[in-house]
């Protein structure tokens, strides 16, 4: 017994990165299927997996590329395992054509994206210049992909154990979307308790999976449609399934909203930044809050439209290791009725407590 189990038995914490928080979640979760390949900043993810998935009765397998790992995803899924990937920025790019057609096909899957900054090659930085691409679907097509931003090494693990139960219930690819920050750092996780652990055996089976057809008629799993009229009568199908979606997969954090003048806008480790900075403020006597998205898809655009109507004056200053990516979607919410301005910076750069108050003031001031 390794000392990681003997801690959880005793209840207590353990010591883990936020890439093997999501690594240990999804084994507890119920994943059986692993397939990726080697990219920094998440080698910790794929080196975690090596190490354990065979000893929780599953499969790993390091693939020979990107696209291999998301199409054996795919046949995996199809089978009705609970299957996962992971990479970073340049490979996740690899992997949207195979992501299209696990949408397509309408087959759960987790897929972890721990960003590094580009364009290209770019360094292993953290940033967050892959917003766009997750959700706004990389891939080709009419689809979307629920995408959930932890901001802790706790909410890594609790966020990717939701991640397996959203892409089952809506038969969905779901996107654990980190940045290199949350991969490499460390912090005390406290692991479900062993009764809330699921494992593959207790899983419901899944009616629509390509298991055999002994004793029942063949389930076909695909994404493609010859038939006139046929393809977009499955399009509006998804259409009206992320319209349900989006009606109740709404997740964020807000603090100190109802007071407040300037409202922060943060996701992911960046947030953990602005909500230092929200104290800070809050020490001086002014009137700050946070809203911290955790689905980016669908994004939690009620609370903003909530604020946005309001009749008081706002201002919203959104936050990101990018130039401008989530600032879209806040002014989409906002939908011009309140002041929204924008902080950010990319290519390894962070920005720091400093510049956001600074921002603050100037707006407060303004």
Known sequence: MNREQRTEDRGEKVLLSGNEAVAKS???????????????PQNELIGYMAKNMASSGGIFIQSESELSA??????????????????????????????????????????VNIMRAGPGLGNIWPAQSDYFQAVKSGGHGDYHCIVLAPSSVQEAYALTF???????????????????????????????????IVHSKKLRTKSWAATGCKDRKPNVVKSFYLNLGDLEKFNLKLQRKYKNIQQKEQRYEELNINDARIILVAYGTMARLAKQAMVSLREKGLKVGLIRPINLWPFPQKIFQRLAISDKRLAFLVIEMSYGQMLEDVKLAVNGQQRVEFLGRSGGGIPTEEEIIKSSLSLLSS
């Open 26 to 40: 999804a084994i507890d979760a119920g994943c059986r299927f692993y397939a990726g390949y080697p990219i920094t």
């Open 70 to 111: 998301i199409n054996m995803v795919f046949g995996a899924s199809a089978s009705g395992v609970r299957a996962m990937t992971s990479s970073s920025s340049p490979g996740i790019s690899l992997m949207q054509e195979g992501i299209s057609y696990i949408a397509g096909a309408e087959l759960p899957a987790v897929i």
């Open 162 to 196: 939701e991640a397996f139960v959203l892409a089952d219930k809506y038969r969905i690819p779901v996107i654990i979307l980190g940045d290199a920050m949350l991969g490499q750092m460390m912090e005390p996780l406290s692991v479900h308790s062993q009764e809330f």
